[in-house]
């Protein structure tokens, strides 16, 4: 159970760090070594932070991930072998995978031996995949590299290939695409797509104004939420029961002293408020605003989250318990035991948030997971609403310890939350795998098969306030309470109101986090829209011959806003004619996992970067031409890619939008008279 213990805990602290790429453990340089005329050594040497490690590559199964090279273009060379790894190996025995692995230790240094021409001279470029790992986290890591010696004669281009450090090669038909800041692409298919827009798009802002400015909102939002998680947090079986003992301590250990006792017990809620809020700062400073956003279309970050939200509903079910290792209470307790005043204090609202974290762990870990649309402020205003609404209580019964005795009793009551919550945890884990399954194109979650598990657990949600299940910590209840029953009558209502949508009824009350109604096999439903075009160089080709201003989405399978707006705002029946017949309407995944048919590099903030995907390259459409990275985001361009009105962001006003479009066909058509 310890074990357990510690390794759920190194998966709730290392959520952000898996797919973050803030901290980089591990920092590659790369040099190269003639050994004769026609042969060259390619050398990469890694640097390792001081209690990490790097992993062989060679791994058992159902181990980490192996430290891989992949070649993906190779010009004028031909490889000798496979790469050798030059650094002593380190193997040991690990607890956690059960199971001997091999790794380094500050340092390591890899080779390829390669073959060439001396008249043509070579080029070779790919990318290292690599995990590296300390006591507890773990962080993915990609580093590409290229190596080139120009010869006396042009090297003739030839197939790109991908070459693994096993040595299996797998040759394409297309070539590597390579594309400069600010330039247009060679390729005739691609046109200028990556050519800087901000200048047209500020003045047209400017000039009808944006709806893109919505994070005051966004942030408000995220505060209120963050005060919803606390008030939650305060009936769960770890922090109820703790309220009128700490409050007793606090009058008991002033005396007489009423007006110390207050004085106290007001610290205390400020240290809690200090704790949450530094917790939400660290995480800020540690990963950045960007960071959070790209988070949240992830797709392995999204498989992550449901997992873990699994692994607590069942906690939460009664089949085990998550809990921090008990030393760390123990150790906080002695030490406001040893210390006086706000220190004292202090230690003791550490405990507080030590011995709650089963209950406060699973709140905080999906409060966190859903900031990312608020920028660098976001994970502090959110923990700052938690913690408020947690700290009151023990400040609030300070002054009024008379109504401590009016406090419902601790019992079976608080059993109920947990599971409550445990249902909860269950609907939204499936969440964040439909975000996963979008976006690599799975097909194991479509909208009928989500609904249809929502519409599942919350009508086993209310089976169970009504009496009618059971779980392991629950009591025997005669009779029903209102409080349930009324609960209970709203979770069957909920899971009866969304049966229509397997038959294609648009649900707007879930269609933030439901699968898009593409995804749907069967539909009655006739006003649903959907965009004539998910590829960007076919929809602009298509408004060239249809004469037609374009509207571009810019969104994301995992992007919750996005389908806020599809479903408040598109079903609009003006918004709805007016984007099937008057424009033609481009959608774009940014989380799209579709590999490219010919990778393209690409100089971002004067670093080299490749874009392998669809989702890569619609992202750097968005952020280089457009100047935003956060979905959903609207443009209105002309055929020739030029806008013609502001950029809208996240707006649920219908008329706001009718304005942005109105605006954009009204500049179009001056511009074509």
Known sequence: ??????????????????????????????????????????????????????????????????????????????LEGSVVAKSKLIEEYDKIFEMTLGYYNSSASFSQKIKFNPERGYKVDGYIKFQSCNDEACINGEAPFSFELKGKKTLADEPAAAVTNDGAIAVTDT??????????????????????????????????????????????????????GGLIALITPCVWPVIPMTVSFFLKRSGENKAQARKDAILYGLGIVIIYVLLGLLITLIFGP????????????????????????????????????????????????????????????????????????????????????GGLWAPMLGMLGFAIALAIPFSFFAFFPSLLKSMPKSGGWLNTVKVVLAFIELAFALKFLSVADLAYGWGILDREVFLVLWIVIFAL??????????????????????????????????????????????????????????????????????????????????????????????????????????????????VHDKLKNDFILISLMVDDKTPLPEVIEVEENGTKRKLRTLGDKYSYIQRHRFGANAQPFYVILDENGDPMAGSYAFSESVDDFLKFLDFGMRNYKEKNK
């Open 461 to 574: 949600l209310g089976f169970y306030l009504l009496g009618k299940l059971r779980f392991p910590h629950d009591d025997e209840e005669d009779r029903v309470s209102i409080p349930k029953f009324f609960l209970a009558t709203i979770s069957l209502a909920f899971a009866i109101y969304m049966i229509p949508g397997l038959w294609g009824a648009p649900l707007k009350a879930v269609s933030a986090f439901s699968p898009p109604m593409n995804t749907q096999d069967f539909t009655m439903y006739e006003n649903h829209l959907e965009a004539h075009y998910s590829d960007y160089e076919l929809g602009m080709a298509a408004a060239k011959v249809q004469k037609k201003p374009v509207v571009v989405d810019f969104s994301g399978f995992g992007c919750v806003n996005c389908r806020k707006m599809e479903a408040a705002v598109w079903t609009d029946n003006k």
């Open 1 to 78: 159970m310890r074990k357990l213990n510690l390794l759920l805990f190194a998966i709730v602290i290392g959520i952000v760090s898996l797919s973050a790429q803030m901290f980089e453990p591990v920092k590659w340089k790369f040099s190269s070594k003639n050994i004769d005329d026609s042969t060259v050594e390619l050398i990469f040497n890694a640097t390792i932070e001081k209690g990490w490690h790097l992993y062989s590559m060679k791994l058992p199964e159902d181990g980490p991930l192996p430290t891989q090279f992949i070649f993906e273009s190779k010009k004028g060379a031909t």
């Open 290 to 373: 960007n960071a959070l956003n790209a988070l949240s279309t992830n797709a392995i970050f999204n498989v992550f989250l449901f997992v873990l939200l699994i692994v607590f509903a069942i906690s939460f079910f009664g089949v085990f318990e998550i809990t921090l290792p008990a030393s760390w209470s123990s150790k906080m307790d002695a030490k406001a035991s040893s210390t006086t005043g706000f220190i004292s204090i202090f230690f003791m609202s550490f405990v507080l948030v030590i011995v709650s974290f089963s209950c406060t762990g699973p709140i905080i870990g999906f409060l966190l997971v859903n900031v990312t649309s």
């Open 175 to 228: 070539a590597q695409v390579v594309v400069e800041v600010g330039d247009a692409v060679s390729s005739s298919s691609t046109g200028d797509i990556f050519a800087p827009a901000l200048d047209k798009l500020d003045k047209y802002n400017k000039e009808a104004g944006s709806t893109s400015a919505t994070a005051g909102r966004s942030l408000v939002w995220i505060f209120f939420m963050g005060m919803l």
